[in-house]
């Protein structure tokens, strides 16, 4: 008997590991076991092998930049301290070439192959803006595709346009959007929505435009923000929405637990949340994303953004097979005052291969580009 299996087999929550290697996914209540579990260690052997099986020691990252194009926002969630409300005065909107100018240095200099494209829910902006920035992007810089817009997002452009959110997505399809990000979600149950983020979509709002845009072809990205007001059971609950929702259309491409950081948030002001909830917790869920989704969602990403490079290293052994993105320009983490939020390709590949893994470039949608 190998070490692994024989650890595995002598923990608490072995039963539900064992049966983890054999190709069965747990059951709702067996994911709340491994949540509320503290074997780590064993979890993080079990997700090591599966994420193995499927990618040996290759880590994939993608060389990209994330543009904040608005801080004007009208939902005003507790757990952000980026938005400013309209006609503050440190509210922006970038202009087309503003936009344009950015996307142009990053290329030159940089080479990126994707812009992340979000900001807050801004309802002085019509639809012709987002289809202006996507057509300028993708028609100046072919090489570079566009990940952009949460599903909240989207609902904010329908608002402001009194029409569907699917005919918003099929518009922005048409202008040039590849794949959706999966922000928005943060905790899909309502009643923890109605305490950090009252006036966003619900969580039947976010699965449903989730819906739309992979049935028209833009695959996308799930992701939860945890370590705030939610229980085990309210984690469970979101992971098993995914579930659901990725056995209909198999549109995600990749699931991105993180963390919330408190600082300069409203939650942190009022005594809700008052620190993070630290690496080991990151590598807990990391563990158990790979276990749950491994059949159905094929990529995890390691979340350097707000846990450092050192945990996102780690986590490529806990089940992650993508380090995520170089993200410069980023502000809305920054805004916390966490921690250095972008890379370079350079650092990131220095940081995959400290730890015996190869790494590879990607695109949009996985595909290795180098």
């Not at 929405?241 to 637990?257: C, D, H, N, W, Y």
Request: hydrophobic content about 40%; glycine content about 8%; proline content about 3%.
């Amino acid at each position: 008997m190998s070490r692994v299996v024989e650890q595995v087999l002598t923990s608490e929550i072995g039963h539900i590991l064992e049966r983890s290697l054999r190709g069965h996914r747990p059951t709702k209540s067996e994911c709340v076991q491994l949540l509320k579990s503290d074997d780590i260690h064993a979890m993080g052997e079990v997700a090591g092998i599966l994420v193995r099986r499927r990618f040996g020691k290759t880590a994939s990252f993608v060389n990209n930049i994330i543009l904040n194009y608005t801080n004007v926002c009208i939902t005003d969630c507790k757990f952000c301290a980026f938005y400013r409300p309209p006609k503050h005065n440190e509210a922006y909107t970038l202009t087309i070439p503003q936009i344009k100018s950015r996307v142009k240095s990053a290329w030159e200099l940089f080479k990126i192959r994707q812009v992340l494209i979000q900001g807050g829910h801004n309802p002085l902006l019509n639809i012709e803006y987002y289809e202006e920035v996507f057509n300028t992007i993708r028609s100046e810089f072919p090489k570079v595709g566009i990940h952009g817009l949460s599903a909240s997002e989207i609902d904010t452009i329908a608002k402001v346009e009194k029409t569907s959110t699917r005919e918003v997505l099929s518009r922005l399809k048409q202008a040039g959007l590849q794949s959706v990000p999966g922000a928005g979600a943060e905790i899909l149950v309502d009643s923890i929505k109605d305490i950090i983020s009252p006036k966003k979509i619900s969580s039947r709002d976010w699965l449903r435009i989730m819906e739309e845009a992979h049935k028209m072809g833009l695959t996308a990205s799930a992701t939860m923000m945890y370590g705030h007001v939610e229980s085990y059971e309210d984690i469970a609950e979101h992971m098993y929405s995914i579930v659901k929702l990725q056995e209909e259309t198999g549109g995600f491409m990749a699931f991105i637990p993180w963390n919330f950081e408190p600082n300069n948030t409203l939650l942190q002001k009022q005594g809700t949340v008052t620190q993070g909830s630290g690496g080991l917790r990151l590598l807990k869920m990391i563990a158990i994303s790979r276990i749950l989704y491994d059949d159905i969602i094929p990529h995890i990403q390691s979340s350097w953004l707000t846990n450092g490079v050192g945990m996102a290293q780690l986590a490529l052994t806990y089940g992650a097979d993508d380090f995520g993105g170089t993200l410069i320009g980023e502000e809305v983490v920054s805004c916390t005052g966490a921690r250095s939020t972008e890379l370079t390709d350079a650092k990131i590949r220095g940081a995959i291969s400290q730890v015996g893994y190869v790494p590879m470039e990607r695109d949009n949608f996985y595909n290795h580009t180098s």
